[in-house]
């Protein structure tokens, strides 16, 4: 017997690294209020851990936005796989090129590309999406802020979220 509606739960599940991160809050407030000594800097001490979980859990998310859609997303070892129902392929990160947010669909996709190979299409919505927040979250010069504004954007175009600088250090010189 379920005791919460199924769309409370999922709003929950969504949002559970900030519901934490306000617990640890809250249990530091307390113990900082009425404790003294030792217990006084460990309350500081988890205050913080739970203001930074706060912030990680928003920004988390924001980026989960259901786990209905089409397909399957794992991340592995450095690559990115998406197993879906037409489509489906494998991304290396230290090979991506470039990522982009195509909102000309229902529902929007991320599109892969690295070089020698067709682009992957993967829908936000898709199974094990939320793993790609971590493994997107790794790329060097990435601006996360600006992502998630484009991801909970209702503009209907595609846009380049990200954008390798430069592939001057895989050319080596040879002997």
Do not use: H
Not at 53 to 65: E, N, S, T, V, W
Not at 146 to 168: D, E, K, P, Y
């Amino acid at each position: 017997m379920n005791l919460i509606r199924p769309e409370a739960q999922a709003a929950l599940w969504r949002w559970r690294e900030v519901l934490l991160g306000l617990g640890l809050v809250l249990l530091a407030l307390c113990w900082g209020t009425t404790a003294f000594g030792f217990l006084r800097w460990v309350a500081g001490a988890l205050g913080i851990a739970g203001g930074m979980l706060m912030i990680a859990g928003a920004q988390r998310g924001r980026f989960r936005l259901g786990a209905d859609g089409f397909g399957v997303v794992q991340v592995v070892e450095g690559q990115i796989r998406y197993f879906g129902p037409v489509t489906g392929g494998a991304i290396s990160m230290s090979e991506l090129d470039f990522i982009e947010l195509d909102r000309r669909q229902a529902p929007p996709f991320w599109v892969l590309s690295q070089p020698g190979i067709d682009a992957v299409n993967i829908p936000i919505d898709a199974k094990g999406a939320e793993a790609l927040f971590d493994a997107f979250s790794a790329l060097p010069e990435l601006r996360t802020d600006f992502m998630l504004s484009q991801l909970q954007g209702q503009s209907r175009n595609r846009v380049v979220i990200w954008q390798r600088s430069s592939r001057a250090w895989d050319y080596r010189l040879e002997d």
